[in-house]
């Protein structure tokens, strides 16, 4: 690699310069094509479903890069320069924001004012359309298409057991070879500083130096995108839109924190591989710690010393690779300086923080490079060259972050009273091979199972609950939902009895009193979320199918089964805390319920769901589970979320109270109240 590398060059170069194609103005949304994908594959139209997908995962891809390239653009013609001033601050933001909206307006015609939902771009993100591809693909006979689709899903969903099985049958497949297994939205940088290590571990210096050469211009690229995409419109946390009435001066210094939290976030975000939550250890140092073993290796030690010295930009009291500096000196006979590629990003970067900070008046924050990189679990040797590279990918934990898998049993107690007579206790926690869990029966009758059964039929609606998706975890069921206000207000349209809206009511609150009951919670036990819901398999798309009807998850973390763990943060219910599932029916095949270990395969017990059945369980990482399949038939059932804390309580169920207090208030009294119970909806 050239010595004076220049990663501002080379963004000039590669990414200020690229022509912009002007084909880009007649790109069609990309969530209107994965919108019409969805519904070519519900129809069975697998053609179109290949024809829509590929579109919007094209569509997807060239708007992001039509952004990028137009926001570095803007940052080139209205750079924070030397003559920065406090007044000229605003203007070099509004010049920076003028130019990025002309320029992506130019290119992308119309589309760059659609916006698209935060639930679409996160299907995006967790590759939800190579699934319905390597569906679509296998109807259509084209296995080749079909495993490259399921490979590049299932390497940011490995828990997906149906994934995991589909891509051992592409592999007997005939026609289908080693290399149709490809990651189609594989990060550059990560496949070669994967492909580095490799070779260096095979003993292949040369190679694995040019390869770990090409991962560092591709990190630098991917860093300079990734920051480019934080130039825009950012969430304000903890603010109400509505509510927002302040200064240029504040909007622009509470932009630029949520700006600053943004780019920070691409370090982690580039260390981490699709499908972990953790990233890996000291990532961007690890390339010039590897690179500086491998130059010793061919005798390159004038390299070796120019990383090492690098190395100790990022880690400057690194004793190990002090050690190793001297020993390079020693052998040459003079000294390094390190290398402009890493020396040039930290400057940058610093530079441009410095100048935000005083832009933007935001007090109390400092910088120092150190803070970006994790310096724990670093290897010692007692050598002054190491040889040991072994451990390069393990998780770190970070200090944010809460582990909340181990937790004291002194912390939990159970075998409370169930208060209602006729509720039998079946398993406990000790028979559930687990901890703070139960399983109860008769919690409700034949006839309100019954009753509640046709309330749902009537009441519920495809991706109700899900924002709108109506197979928010697999494309082989179909979702509805309904909440208990929207079934009070049926029952004042007059399409549902008021009877069983009030007894879904009545019965959500009923497994509310049990579950406070039973766990011996020494505090009130709110409603968090109540969600009457129904899967039903969809017929024609159940042959050899193994996938779940809802993955293994928690309800209040972030299960990740490689670390064995649950971190306890967004975007979970951080706040939930008991969970409950009240069964209506057992007449379908398929849907079990599971409890399974942390790494979300071994299955620790089973409930098979019947008419009054209900399991209820602590929401942390103590508990993961998921369910089965739902094969033939619909499964029905209330889900319950529980929170101690008030202020997470349900909206919609403290005006369902309101409404079910307006009712009893009203047949007390009597219609002279004068009470219009819609006005309470």
Same mark, same amino acid.
């Given at each position: 690699?050239?010595?004076?590398?220049? *990663?501002?060059?080379?963004?000039?170069?590669? !990414?200020?310069?690229?022509?912009?194609?002007?084909?880009?103005?007649?790109?069609?949304?990309?969530?209107?094509?994965?919108? $019409?994908?969805?519904?070519?594959?519900?129809? $069975?139209?697998?053609?179109?479903?290949?024809?829509?997908?590929?579109?919007?995962?094209?569509?997807?891809?060239?708007?992001?890069?039509?952004?990028?390239?137009?926001?570095?653009?803007?940052?080139?013609?209205?750079?924070?320069?030397?003559?920065?001033?406090?007044?000229?601050?605003?203007?070099?933001?509004?010049?920076?924001?003028?130019?990025?909206?002309?320029?992506?307006?130019?290119?992308?015609?119309?589309?760059?004012?659609?916006?698209?939902?935060?639930?679409?771009?996160?299907?995006?993100?967790?590759?939800?359309?190579?699934?319905?591809?390597?569906?679509?693909?296998?109807?259509?006979?084209?296995?080749?298409?079909?495993?490259?689709?399921?490979?590049?899903?299932?390497?940011? $969903? *490995?828990?997906?057991?149906?994934?995991?099985?589909?891509?051992?049958?592409?592999?007997?497949?005939?026609?289908?070879?080693?290399?149709?297994?490809?990651?189609?939205?594989?990060?550059?940088?990560?496949?070669?500083?994967?492909?580095?290590?490799?070779?260096?571990?095979?003993?292949?210096?040369?190679?694995?130096?040019?390869?770990?050469?090409?991962?560092?211009?591709?990190?630098?690229?991917?860093?300079?995108?990734?920051?480019?995409?934080?130039?825009?419109?950012? #969430?304000?946390?903890?603010?109400?839109?509505?509510?927002?009435?302040?200064? !240029?001066?504040?909007?622009?210094?509470?932009?630029?924190?949520?700006?600053?939290?943004?780019?920070?976030?691409?370090?982690?975000?580039?260390?981490?591989?699709?499908?972990?939550?953790?990233?890996?250890?000291?990532?961007? *140092?690890?390339?010039?710690?590897?690179?500086?073993?491998?130059?010793?290796?061919?005798?390159?030690?004038?390299?070796?010393?120019?990383?090492?010295?690098?190395?100790?930009?990022?880690?400057?009291?690194?004793?190990?690779?002090?050690?190793?500096?001297?020993?390079?000196?020693?052998?040459?006979?003079?000294?390094?300086?390190?290398?402009?590629?890493?020396?040039? %990003?930290?400057?940058?970067?610093?530079?441009?923080?410095?100048?935000?900070?005083?832009?933007?008046?935001?007090?109390?924050?400092?910088?120092?490079?150190? $803070?970006?990189?994790?310096?724990?679990?670093?290897?010692?040797?007692?050598?002054?060259?190491?040889?040991?590279?072994?451990?390069?990918?393990?998780?770190?934990?970070?200090?944010?972050?809460?582990?909340?898998?181990?937790?004291? *049993?002194?912390?939990?107690?159970?075998?409370?009273?169930? !208060?209602?007579?006729?509720?039998?206790?079946?398993?406990?926690?000790?028979?559930?091979?687990?901890?703070? #869990?139960? =399983?109860?029966?008769?919690?409700?009758?034949?006839?309100?199972?019954?009753?509640?059964?046709?309330?749902?039929?009537?009441?519920?609606?495809?991706?109700?609950?899900?924002?709108? #998706?109506?197979?928010?975890?697999?494309?082989?069921?179909?979702?509805?939902?309904? &909440?208990?206000?929207?079934?009070?207000?049926?029952?004042?349209?007059?399409?549902?009895?008021?009877?069983?809206?009030?007894?879904? %009511?009545?019965?959500?609150?009923?497994?509310?009193?049990?579950?406070?009951?039973?766990?011996?919670?020494?505090?009130?036990?709110?409603?968090?979320?109540?969600?009457?819901?129904?899967?039903?398999?969809?017929?024609?798309?159940?042959?050899? #199918?193994?996938? =779940?009807?809802?993955?293994?998850?928690?309800?209040?973390?972030?299960?990740?089964?490689?670390?064995?763990?649950?971190?306890?943060?967004?975007?979970?219910?951080?706040?939930?805390?008991?969970?409950?599932?009240?069964?209506?029916?057992?007449?379908?095949?398929?849907?079990?319920?599971?409890? &399974?270990?942390?790494?979300?395969?071994?299955?620790?017990?089973?409930?098979?769901?019947?008419?009054?059945?209900?399991?209820?369980?602590?929401?942390?990482?103590?508990?993961?589970?998921?369910?089965?399949?739902?094969?033939?038939?619909?499964?029905?059932?209330?889900?319950?979320?529980?929170?101690?804390?008030?202020?997470?309580?349900?909206?919609?169920?403290?005006?369902?109270?309101?409404?079910?207090?307006? !009712?009893?208030?009203?047949?007390?009294?009597?219609?002279?109240?004068?009470?219009?119970?819609?006005?309470?909806?």
């Amino acid at each position: 690699m050239d010595r004076n590398f220049s *990663p501002a060059a080379i963004f000039s170069v590669v !990414l200020l310069t690229v022509a912009l194609s002007p084909s880009t103005a007649f790109l069609e949304p990309y969530d209107l094509l994965y919108d $019409n994908a969805v519904q070519a594959f519900y129809n $069975n139209d697998y053609p179109n479903v290949v024809r829509y997908m590929e579109g919007a995962l094209s569509s997807y891809r060239e708007v992001r890069q039509t952004k990028v390239r137009c926001r570095l653009r803007c940052q080139d013609q209205h750079p924070f320069d030397a003559t920065f001033s406090e007044l000229r601050f605003p203007d070099v933001v509004l010049r920076r924001a003028a130019c990025m909206n002309t320029c992506i307006e130019e290119i992308l015609g119309s589309q760059s004012l659609h916006k698209v939902s935060e639930d679409v771009v996160q299907d995006f993100h967790r590759r939800i359309p190579y699934n319905y591809l390597q569906l679509a693909y296998k109807k259509l006979k084209q296995p080749h298409k079909a495993a490259a689709a399921a490979h590049t899903y299932f390497q940011a $969903n *490995p828990e997906h057991v149906e994934m995991s099985q589909n891509l051992e049958q592409y592999k007997d497949l005939q026609g289908v070879e080693e290399d149709h297994f490809v990651d189609r939205e594989a990060r550059p940088h990560q496949r070669s500083f994967a492909g580095a290590v490799s070779l260096y571990d095979k003993g292949e210096h040369e190679a694995a130096i040019a390869l770990f050469e090409g991962a560092l211009r591709e990190y630098y690229q991917a860093d300079s995108e990734c920051r480019a995409l934080c130039q825009w419109p950012q #969430r304000f946390e903890g603010h109400d839109y509505l509510l927002y009435r302040y200064s !240029l001066y504040e909007l622009v210094s509470d932009h630029f924190t949520q700006v600053l939290h943004c780019e920070h976030e691409c370090i982690r975000d580039l260390a981490t591989r699709p499908g972990r939550l953790s990233p890996m250890e000291n990532f961007l *140092p690890l390339h010039y710690d590897y690179l500086q073993f491998a130059y010793f290796h061919v005798d390159r030690l004038e390299e070796a010393l120019q990383c090492s010295l690098t190395y100790l930009l990022f880690h400057e009291e690194e004793e190990s690779m002090m050690d190793n500096v001297e020993y390079y000196r020693e052998e040459l006979g003079h000294d390094g300086k390190p290398r402009e590629d890493a020396a040039w %990003y930290l400057r940058r970067h610093k530079q441009e923080l410095e100048l935000l900070l005083i832009g933007s008046n935001t007090m109390g924050v400092e910088f120092t490079e150190g $803070n970006y990189w994790s310096s724990t679990g670093r290897r010692e040797d007692s050598n002054r060259i190491p040889s040991g590279t072994d451990g390069w990918m393990e998780y770190v934990p970070i200090s944010e972050k809460k582990n909340i898998s181990a937790l004291s *049993p002194q912390q939990f107690k159970e075998g409370g009273p169930l !208060l209602f007579d006729k509720v039998q206790l079946v398993q406990d926690s000790a028979a559930l091979n687990g901890t703070q #869990r139960v =399983l109860l029966d008769d919690v409700i009758s034949e006839e309100e199972c019954s009753d509640l059964r046709d309330l749902a039929h009537a009441v519920t609606k495809a991706g109700d609950g899900y924002r709108g #998706r109506m197979s928010p975890h697999t494309p082989n069921e179909k979702f509805e939902g309904a &909440t208990v206000l929207k079934t009070l207000q049926y029952s004042y349209e007059g399409r549902v009895p008021m009877r069983s809206a009030r007894m879904f %009511y009545d019965i959500s609150e009923r497994a509310r009193q049990i579950i406070e009951s039973y766990f011996l919670l020494n505090s009130t036990l709110h409603f968090s979320y109540t969600h009457l819901v129904c899967r039903t398999a969809i017929t024609g798309q159940q042959d050899h #199918r193994n996938d =779940l009807s809802h993955p293994i998850h928690a309800d209040n973390c972030l299960l990740d089964p490689e670390a064995n763990e649950c971190w306890k943060e967004p975007p979970a219910y951080t706040y939930r805390d008991y969970s409950a599932l009240l069964y209506l029916n057992g007449d379908f095949e398929g849907g079990e319920f599971i409890f &399974t270990e942390m790494d979300a395969k071994t299955v620790t017990a089973s409930v098979k769901p019947k008419c009054g059945r209900m399991v209820g369980f602590s929401s942390g990482g103590e508990n993961p589970h998921g369910v089965k399949a739902v094969t033939s038939g619909q499964r029905c059932a209330v889900a319950l979320w529980f929170t101690l804390d008030p202020l997470f309580r349900e909206l919609e169920r403290l005006q369902a109270d309101e409404v079910i207090q307006a !009712l009893d208030t009203q047949s007390v009294w009597g219609p002279g109240l004068n009470i219009n119970p819609k006005d309470e909806l």
